[in-house]
């Protein structure tokens, strides 16, 4: 009877029913019971990154993040790379398992990286939004300090290479594209880069 039951637990949470939690301008919903464990690091990480967001001048709306329950799950849904740990559209953000985030270190910096993209203002062109997603999540402070190779291109040859999001090329594209938006940064200020200019 004890296997029994085991196996009629593991069963349930392989399926297990979407949970939905809401705190202030955030609701998380998630379908892996382990993920629960890692809510409060979801909520300080955002309340935190509300409140600089709104430093930048920018607004802060309502968002939806939804968990997926594995990789492939989160590839089936967003039609992204398995690779990746998120993508945003509008204000709903789509998100790996966040234990799984969390195992990698990832899980704050993802939720600041996408709640930039949230707020950020309409029209920024794709390097300057991932550059600067990049610098507000501390993303950033982990590049390698080589050249990326990439300084040559136009912006809008970055952006593609970016939307590409070829395997290899990636990760200069997102590292090229956070030296630029930083240098655009201490130009300018927060809120000129912001502004696109």
């Known amino acids: 009877m004890g296997r029994w039951a085991a196996a009629l637990v593991l069963g349930v949470s392989a399926h297990a029913a979407?949970?939905?939690?809401?705190h202030g301008t955030?609701?998380?919903?998630?379908?892996?019971?382990?993920?629960r464990a890692h809510l409060g690091l979801v909520f300080r990480t955002w309340a935190q990154a509300t409140a600089d967001l709104?430093?930048?001048?920018?607004?802060?709306r309502p968002v939806q993040l939804t968990a997926?329950?594995?990789?492939?799950?989160?590839?089936?849904?967003?039609?992204?790379?398995?690779?990746?740990?998120?993508?945003?559209?509008?204000?709903?953000?789509?998100?790996?398992?966040?234990?799984?985030?969390?195992?990698?270190?990832?899980?704050?910096?993802?939720?600041?990286?996408?709640?930039?993209h949230t707020a950020q203002p309409p029209g920024l062109p794709r390097w300057l939004a991932e550059g600067l997603a990049r610098l507000f999540s501390g993303e950033a402070a982990g590049d390698s300090a080589e050249p990326t190779g990439l300084t040559a291109?136009?912006?809008?040859?970055?952006?593609?290479?970016?939307?590409?999001?070829?395997?290899?090329?990636?990760g200069a594209a997102y590292r090229e594209a956070t030296r630029r938006a930083k240098v655009l940064v201490a130009r300018v200020g927060w809120k000129g880069a912001l502004g696109g200019k």
């Open 54 to 60: 709104k430093a930048l001048g920018l607004s802060v």
């Open 153 to 170: 291109l136009s912006g809008a040859q970055l952006d593609a290479r970016l939307l590409g999001r070829v395997p290899g090329q990636a």
């Open 26 to 35: 955030l609701t998380v919903t998630y379908t892996d019971p382990r993920d």
């Open 68 to 116: 997926a329950s594995s990789a492939t799950d989160f590839a089936r849904v967003t039609g992204e790379p398995a690779s990746i740990a998120a993508s945003t559209r509008g204000q709903t953000i789509t998100t790996q398992r966040l234990g799984a985030l969390a195992e990698r270190g990832l899980l704050a910096s993802t939720i600041r990286h996408e709640g930039f």
């Open 18 to 22: 979407p949970v939905t939690v809401t």
